[in-house]
């Protein structure tokens, strides 16, 4: 089971219903700028992002300000990170 990196797929709506986010799929945000990306969910079973989730979980709580699940990491580093789970 393999995702390539395409299928991150940026949004810029923001909706918090979740809308425009495909069953099987996540929004989080990301970076300084907050953008939105939309990534599968059996990323969360993988051991390099429960570690962005943990420190997210130590910055933010269960608190996340922009009511998804916010990545305190620069892009490039989620990018390189989501990369290497495909």
Excluded: W
């Amino acid at each position: 089971m393999g995702f390539r990196l395409t299928s991150i797929i940026r949004s810029r709506a923001s909706s918090s219903k979740g809308a425009d986010v495909p069953k099987g799929y996540l929004a989080v945000y990301v970076g300084e700028k907050m953008k939105r990306f939309v990534i599968p969910v059996s990323y969360l079973n993988q051991t390099s992002f429960q570690e962005l989730l943990s420190q997210a979980e130590e910055q933010f709580g269960y608190d996340h300000p922009m009511g998804g699940i916010t990545i305190p990491c620069r892009e490039d580093v989620f990018l390189e990170i989501t990369s290497s789970l495909n």
